[in-house]
């Protein structure tokens, strides 16, 4: 993986496929907080039902594998009409990881104003999930927002989760440890992030993301 650092050594960004995170030590990460790609090359449930198990079986293990024993995994994700019905995508999502021994703790949304979509991914849905046995405590946050929906940056492709709603979700997370991204597009959890405080490391596959992620981020690639 080609890798990426800030002077300070707070950010770091890796450019490679997430399923591997062996760059990073085990039981380091305090918060997982990623937008994976929303589910939108298929149609059907059987189709969005291999590709929540995908993300569960795929990426899962090494989000066990490197976040602490008691830290949190927050996935904004979409779900979308396939044109006979909503595939409940935030559904199909819990069950698979559920199966694969991770607990759905929060639940919230961020509902989309001013969307360029006729109908899909309008509801975003922000699901906390931690490992089985550790269980979060309710602290009664109703987690619920209408917002517009933000381009993560003009070179990018990508949108992003806005600012207030990844605030609060690191708010209500695990305070020690780092926060990945895994998926990390142009870096706007990073940017959050490190604003908060916390130390961040991201990845992404895409080598001209990652250059951007770096670049927003004054990051410079390692020796
Ligand atoms: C929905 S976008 C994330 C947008 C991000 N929240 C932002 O602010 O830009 C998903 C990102 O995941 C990346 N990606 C897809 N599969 C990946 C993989 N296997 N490993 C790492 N990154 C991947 C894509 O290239 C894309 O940049």
């Known amino acids: 993986m080609i890798a990426y650092a800030s002077r300070d050594g707070r950010a770091q960004l890796y450019q490679g496929d997430s399923r591997d995170l062996s760059a990073i030590p085990t039981g380091s990460v305090g918060v997982i907080l990623t937008s994976p790609p929303y589910w939108v090359s298929d149609r059907g449930r059987a189709s969005a039902d291999r590709y929540a198990r995908s993300l569960a079986t795929g990426f899962g293990r090494e989000w066990r594998r490197v976040l602490a024993k008691d830290g949190d995994v927050w996935l904004v994700v979409g779900d979308r009409h396939d044109g006979r019905e909503w595939v409940g995508f935030d559904a199909l999502i819990a069950g698979w990881l559920r199966r694969t021994g991770w607990r759905l703790q929060s639940k ?16 975003n849905y922000l699901l906390r999930f931690r ?13 619920c927002w209408m917002l517009p929906l933000p381009r993560t940056h003009p070179e990018s492709i990508w949108d992003a989760t806005p600012d207030q709603v990844l605030r609060a979700l690191l708010l209500a997370s695990r305070r020690r440890g780092a926060v990945l991204d895994p998926f990390c597009g142009a ?7 490190l604003a908060a405080g916390r130390e961040w490391i991201g990845v992404e596959r895409d080598p001209r993301m990652a250059r951007l992620t770096a670049r927003r981020l004054k990051m410079a690639r390692c020796p």
Not at 187 to 193: D, E, P, Q
Request: without cysteine; charged residues 30%; hydrophobic residues 35%.
């Open 131 to 143: 490992k089985a046995g550790n269980r979060v405590r309710p602290a009664g946050a109703t987690l």
């Open 108 to 123: 919230g949304i961020w509902a989309e104003t001013g969307s360029r979509e006729r109908w899909d991914n309008r509801i």
């Open 187 to 193: 870096g706007t959890v990073g940017r959050v992030a």
